[in-house]
């Protein structure tokens, strides 16, 4: 399945390639299909990589988060927000991040509202 904003669907990224490999110049099989040449490139160079799987998008998210704050100092900043009550702009000095972060964790596990 292709992105809402594609300017190419699977079936069409198929027959792009087709049409390159068949010996046609990826610059007029571009302009055919109104997408760049370094759009058709990609997808040329995808499919000879990995096949039919290289035609299909992929996720734009991270395989890692690498400066995500640690579950132990997340569990610190639910216990300090449970316990005494307090708010980011207390917490983040006692645990020495920012009030921002310490707001962000908060929400993430649905204790940005006292009750």
């Known amino acids: 399945m292709s992105h809402r904003n594609a300017r190419l669907t699977?079936?069409?990224?198929?027959?792009?390639?087709?049409?390159?490999?068949?010996?046609?110049?990826?610059?007029?099989?571009?302009?055919?299909?109104g997408i760049s040449r370094a759009t058709a490139h990609k997808w040329v160079r995808r499919f000879a990589a990995e096949g039919e799987p290289g035609l299909y998008d992929r996720p734009s998210s991270?395989?890692?988060t690498p400066h995500r704050t640690p579950t132990d100092t997340e569990a610190r900043v639910c216990r300090l927000r449970q316990e005494r009550k307090l708010g980011p702009a207390r917490i983040g000095p006692i645990l020495g991040l920012p009030p921002s972060t310490v707001h962000r964790i908060l929400t993430r596990h649905g204790l940005n509202r006292l009750c």
Do not use: N
């Open 10 to 33: 699977v079936f069409g990224r198929r027959l792009l390639v087709d049409r390159v490999r068949s010996g046609r110049p990826v610059a007029h099989v571009a302009a055919e299909m």
């Open 62 to 64: 991270p395989h890692t």
